[in-house]
C-alpha cells in the first residue's frame, strides 16, 4: 500500500523548515527503571481496605474451620 500525497506533502513541509527530519517540539528524559515513591492517598486507601478485608475473611475461615473440626454434642462443663 502506498502512502496518500497527504503525508508526502505534511513530511515535505515539515523537512523544508528545519532542513534535517520532521520538526522535534519537545525532549524529555526517561528513566525506565525509575520509581515515583509518592503514593496518591486514594491509592493508599485502597491498599488499607483490601488488606483488611482479607484478615476479616482469614479470621472468619479460621473459626469455621475450627468449629467444624470439633467433635459435636460433647460438652466441657460436664
Known amino acids: 500500500m502506498?502512502?496518500?500525497?497527504?503525508?508526502g506533502l505534511l513530511a515535505a513541509s515539515s523537512t523544508d523548515t528545519t532542513g534535517l527530519g520532521p520538526q522535534v517540539t519537545e525532549l524529555v528524559r526517561v528513566n525506565p527503571n525509575a520509581h515515583d515513591t509518592s503514593w496518591?492517598?486514594?491509592l493508599i486507601f485502597c491498599v488499607v481496605v483490601v488488606v483488611l478485608g482479607g484478615l476479616f475473611a482469614?479470621?472468619?475461615f479460621l473459626r469455621q474451620a475450627r468449629e467444624a473440626a470439633r467433635p459435636p454434642g460433647r460438652s466441657l462443663d460436664g
Do not use: G, N, Q, T
Open 40 to 42: 496518591p492517598p486514594v
Open 2 to 7: 502506498h502512502p496518500s500525497p497527504a503525508v
Open 58 to 60: 482469614a479470621l472468619v
